[in-house]
T-cell receptor, first 110, second 113 residues
Framework: DAKTTQPTSMDCAEGRAANLPCNHS???????VYWYRQIHSQGPQYIIH???NNETNEMASLIITEDRKSSTLILPHATLRDTAVYYC???????????FGTGTSLTVIP | GAVVSQHPSWVICKSGTSVKIECRSL??????MFWYRQFPKQSLMLMAT?????????EQGVEKDKFLINHASLTLSTLTVTSAHPEDSSFYIC?????????FGPGTRLTVT
């Protein structure tokens, strides 16, 4: 079962930062937070993942709170192509199954 | 990055027939692959975990005799929907693990008429 909760939808102006929150209050110490996105009728695309520390890559930044009960995905300069459903997933260290929650539908507005 | 392919990308079949969907990891070996189903405007639902050389593990509520999974090699897993019915129409997506990431295929759209 999904262990995350996310807002159903969000809008963001093109060129601005998109901040997508995720709650995972029951996360265990060895569980990772993963973010994927899915553009309509395609397979999910990996964005970023983290355990405790904040992470950054060419696509996004991931901010994890100190108690690890929530996180925020940041797309620094949203473009129209970032319009998608964004999924926050908690993954165990030994188990590889991903249980998807409802995700956040992000719409980037021109 | 690692690539996972699926074939076919879409298929239409008649009620009562069986359909096989292939999932391949193109540039890495995957001892474990996963199958998901996604209905319109819904999230992905994990159906089963496909293990190379052993039986698949099905999620609760998924009929193993209806959704046959075979993982005969480290790069290929197949999902066969047996005796398909219109309610089986859905978007089927596979994924495979490579180190810390799980790579997803592009999905297969199944329509049962």
């Amino acid at each position: 079962d999904a262990k995350t909760t996310q807002p159903t939808s969000m809008d963001c102006a093109e060129g601005r930062a998109a901040n997508l929150p995720c709650n995972h209050s029951t996360i265990s110490g060895n569980e990772y937070v993963y973010w994927y996105r899915q553009i309509h009728s395609q397979g999910p695309q990996y964005i970023i993942h983290g355990l405790k520390n904040n992470e950054t890559n060419e696509m996004a930044s991931l901010i994890i709170t100190e108690d690890r009960k929530s996180s925020t995905l940041i797309l620094p300069h949203a473009t129209l192509r970032d319009t998608a459903v964004y999924y926050c997933i908690v993954r165990g260290y030994t188990g590889n199954q991903f249980y998807f929650g409802t995700g956040t539908s992000l719409t980037v507005i021109p | 990055g690692a690539v996972v392919s699926q074939h076919p990308s879409w298929v239409i079949c008649k009620s009562g027939t069986s359909v096989k969907i292939e999932c391949r990891s193109l540039d890495f070996q995957a001892t474990t692959m996963f199958w998901y189903r996604q209905f319109p405007k819904q999230s992905l639902m994990l159906m089963a975990t496909s293990n190379e050389g052993s039986k698949a593990t099905y999620e609760q509520g998924v009929e193993k005799d209806k959704f046959l999974i075979n993982h005969a090699s480290l790069t290929l897993s197949t999902l066969t929907v047996t005796s398909a019915h219109p309610e089986d129409s859905s978007f089927y997506i596979c994924s495979a693990n490579n180190r810390y990431e799980q790579y997803f295929g592009p999905g297969t759209r199944l329509t049962v008429t």
